[in-house]
């Protein structure tokens, strides 16, 4: 992974297989070669289900029934992950589903971790960016 981005992060292709609804939101993806990687939303996102409306929901602050549109994405996959260096996060799914998140003021509002690498969203704007070395074409 380099040290700056724009990243594409390397979980195309992967499907969601589980959502968990605690404080943060994690919807886990599972890749072919049974690789795994978490989206972990901790705060405000915005959700756009295939063809509908978009939801702002905030992980942090929503009753878990308020948060149940993300549900929708069971079996769906990755069709594109991308973070910037502001702190914003992209994620479209095959379906045409559509997560966006920014940074907050006051916290890491955003990760994705996958095979050797993980992003976090910096409170205020920025990432963190950490990799294990042994891993050859990470982001």
């Not at 992967?14 to 972990?40: N, S």
């Not at 994705?112 to 294990?132: D, H, K, T």
Request: with cysteine; aromatic share 10%.
């Amino acid at each position: 992974m380099t040290a700056e981005g724009p990243w594409d992060l390397p979980i195309q292709g992967y499907e969601v297989l589980q959502t968990t609804f605690a404080y943060p939101l994690d919807i886990v993806v599972y890749g072919d070669a049974g690789t795994t990687g978490i989206i972990r939303l901790e705060g405000r996102f915005d959700f756009v289900e295939a063809g509908q409306k978009r939801h702002s929901l905030d992980a942090s602050g929503e009753r878990w029934q308020d948060l149940t549109p993300v549900l929708c994405l069971r079996h769906d996959r990755v069709a594109s992950a991308r973070a910037t260096e502001s702190g914003d996060l992209t994620i479209r799914f095959e379906s045409g589903s559509l997560i966006e998140a920014g940074p907050s003021e006051m916290y890491e509002n955003w990760q994705v971790s996958g095979p050797g690498f993980q992003l976090i969203a910096l409170p205020s704007g920025g990432v963190a960016v950490f990799r294990r070395e042994a891993e050859p074409d990470g982001i």
